[in-house]
């Protein structure tokens, strides 16, 4: 039988241990960047930064519930993430990212759909706790996340790795439109 960690807590708790929020409290002259930056941010009670974060961390992870998380999350992808840098017509970034999408079938005209598209699914998973904890630094805690769009070539879809930042009560950013860590 299969007993998570989510499971022991909801019995230990009594209710479903479903999301927590991030919060630094000021205890010390010594605010660690890293820790300032999660201040705040909500995570999946099962998927998180580990916690303590170092020796003498003062944060600590408030409860809070699944309905606070699905009523308060957003996903924000700024629209030049697609128009210039993903589609990069300049190439003035020369990431070659473009050569990929352009691949599938999608072209810069395609820049808003895909800015909707990648917020709404970004947005889905994260409620459902469908990520994956990227990099962390004095910049904040980085998610990845699959997104599956149609091809416009050909019959089919194709699933990619998107990067997002995490942001204080519950909102996620849009880092790289392609690629994430
Ligand atoms: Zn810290
Ligand atoms: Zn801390």
Redesign the pocket.
């Known amino acids: 039988m299969d007993f998570s960690l989510s499971d022991f807590l909801s019995v230990l708790y009594g209710e479903p241990y479903d999301w927590v929020k991030?919060v630094?409290?000021n205890l010390s002259d010594n605010h660690?960047p890293?820790?300032l930056m999660?201040d705040g941010c909500f995570f999946k009670g099962d998927n998180h930064p580990p916690?303590?974060?170092?020796p003498f961390?003062?944060?600590i992870l408030e409860n809070i519930s699944q309905s606070e998380i699905k009523s308060q999350a957003t996903a924000f992808a700024a629209y030049q993430k697609f128009d210039p840098y993903l589609f990069d017509p300049e190439d003035f970034y020369k990431h070659g990212k473009n050569k990929a999408f352009e691949s599938w079938g999608y072209s810069i005209n395609d820049s808003n759909w895909l800015k909707n598209e990648f917020e709404k699914q970004a947005l889905q998973k994260y409620i459902l706790g469908d990520y994956k904890l990227g990099k962390l630094d004095e910049h904040g805690q980085r998610l990845s996340i699959e997104i599956k769009i149609p091809r416009k070539d050909k019959e089919g879809s194709i699933s990619f790795t998107t990067g997002w930042m995490v942001c204080p009560n519950g909102k996620i950013k849009l880092n790289t439109p392609l690629g994430g860590k």
């Open positions: 991030w630094h409290r660690c890293e820790c999660l916690h303590p974060h170092h961390c003062h944060c």
